[in-house]
């Protein structure tokens, strides 16, 4: 890829980022606030995000769109992403886990924020590109398992932080349980077009609180049930 290509990706990352600042300013009533943080949408301008997509749709990379990857599968829509994560309210020091990892895309956003990322795959042939695309972004800081999500990745919880970006119909009891209290998990629930993002708080007491916040559309979260 030349030296103007480069430059090119990197003036429609930038103006994605923009996009992204526009949609927030848009959802105040929703989210309670008009804007992302800093350290999110730094992380959404450093990620290339033309390399977690297939070659062939690297093109439409920064448009605000979810794109297929394969089996079935979708990379988030851009503003989505960087929703998600800054409803985590991610700090440095977090350990935080992702279910479903795709191509690699949220992770590598994650693995701009804290130093470990655990992140488990059902799909063995995106597991394994998304291996090969985190390395070779240097990512080494992400760990990836072929797995069921809905059973979390107990070996390593508990976790301070957990995303789902798959929905599950209900909330999976596992992953709260894999939660650190005072911790926080965001993901989508429902079935089929009646979805909500849901963020989940595990209180210093254990008591679980939930709430959701706007209506969404992701693929279901497959299980090995």
């Known amino acids: 890829m030349s030296d103007t290509d480069e430059l090119n990706l990197v003036k429609c990352r930038q103006a994605m980022v923009m996009i992204i600042a526009v949609h927030a300013s848009l959802c105040v009533e929703e989210l309670g606030n008009d804007r992302l943080s800093d350290r999110v949408m730094q992380a959404m301008a450093t990620v290339p995000r033309h390399r977690f997509v297939p070659v062939e749709l690297q093109e439409l990379a920064y448009e605000d769109l979810p794109l297929p990857i394969g089996c079935g599968k979708t990379i988030s829509q851009p503003f989505m992403v960087a929703l998600m994560t800054?409803?985590?309210?991610?700090?440095?020091?977090?350990?935080?886990?992702?279910?479903?990892?795709?191509?690699?895309?949220?992770?590598?956003i994650l693995a701009e924020l804290v130093k470990q990322v655990f992140s488990v795959e059902i799909i063995a042939e995106l597991a394994r590109e998304a291996e090969l695309l985190l390395r070779a972004r240097g990512y080494d800081n992400v760990q990836l398992r072929i797995g069921d999500g809905a059973r979390g990745w107990v070996e390593h919880a508990p976790f301070d932080k957990i995303m789902v970006t798959a929905a599950p119909e209900l909330v999976p009891q596992r992953l709260v349980e894999q939660?650190?209290?005072?911790?926080?998990?965001?993901?989508?629930?429902g079935v089929d077009d009646k979805q909500e993002l849901v963020v989940v708080e595990k209180g210093d007491d254990h008591q679980v609180r939930t709430h959701g916040l706007i209506e969404v559309r992701f693929s279901p979260l497959i299980t090995s049930h």
């Open 86 to 108: 800054d409803l985590l309210a991610i700090e440095e020091h977090d350990k935080v886990l992702e279910i479903g990892t795709g191509l690699g895309y949220q992770a590598a």
């Open 179 to 189: 939660l650190k209290p005072g911790g926080k998990m965001v993901l989508p629930v």
